[in-house]
T-cell receptor
């Protein structure tokens, strides 16, 4: 079954403590892996798209990487304002452009 | 420019009533998507529009759910004879190419 799995479910960091979030996927014909940030009570905010193994994208303290089976979202020296749920999604196969989402990682960064 | 907007932001209804949820996509975006997010769960795809046509309706959970899009713009998601399990946040997204941009969602509570 096509699946997207994120780990850990929750992560608590101290301000400045770098870490990584994982997104593993088992789909055929990947047509893009997407990272979003979601704050409580709001819609997901687009962060990155990755298309092929070895690709990397960076934005401020965040860097996303992609392999053939998983993606990592690296957070360097996080700040409390980085606290949010981070969602991973994939688009794959056929003609549809729908995204299949993981259940997210809830990140809390304490000052 | 303006992002995706959704209305109402909150909707409380009684079991058995019909509800209509509205989405205004980003101007010029040809694709529009509806997703559902239940408490503590990942986003679940419902339906995808390209222009005014819906090539993928595979995520609609039952025939009580329907959606339409007019003028390659506004979309309405209708849920007939609402049930308590329909309680969720309904999110709309639009895209021009691959990246989907989300609205703030409509929180539906069925009593």
């Amino acid at each position: 079954e096509d699946q997207v799995t994120q780990s850990p479910e929750a992560l608590r960091l101290q301000e400045g403590e770098s870490s990584s979030l994982n997104c593993s996927y088992t789909v055929s014909g990947l047509r893009g892996l997407f990272w979003y940030r979601q704050d409580p009570g709001k819609g997901p905010e687009f962060l990155f798209t990755l298309y092929s193994a070895g690709e990397e994208k960076e934005k401020e303290r965040l860097k996303a990487t992609l392999t053939k089976k998983e993606s990592f979202l690296h957070i360097t020296a996080p700040k409390p304002e980085d606290s949010a749920t981070y969602l991973c999604a994939v688009r794959y196969g056929g003609a549809t452009n729908k995204l299949i989402f993981g259940t997210g990682t809830l990140l809390a960064v304490q000052p | 420019g303006a992002g995706v907007s959704q209305s109402p932001s909150n909707k409380v209804t009684e079991k058995g009533k019909d509800v209509e949820l509205r989405c205004d996509p980003i101007s010029g975006h040809t694709a529009l998507y509806w997703y559902r997010q239940r408490l503590g769960q990942g986003l679940e795809f419902l339906i995808y529009f390209q222009g005014n046509s819906a090539p993928d309706k595979s995520g609609l959970p039952s025939d009580r759910f329907s959606a339409e899009r007019t003028g390659e713009s506004v979309s309405t998601l209708t849920i007939q004879r609402t049930q308590q399990e329909d309680s969720a946040v309904y999110l709309c997204a639009s895209s021009l190419v691959a990246e989907q941009f989300f609205g703030p969602g409509t929180r539906l509570t069925v009593l």
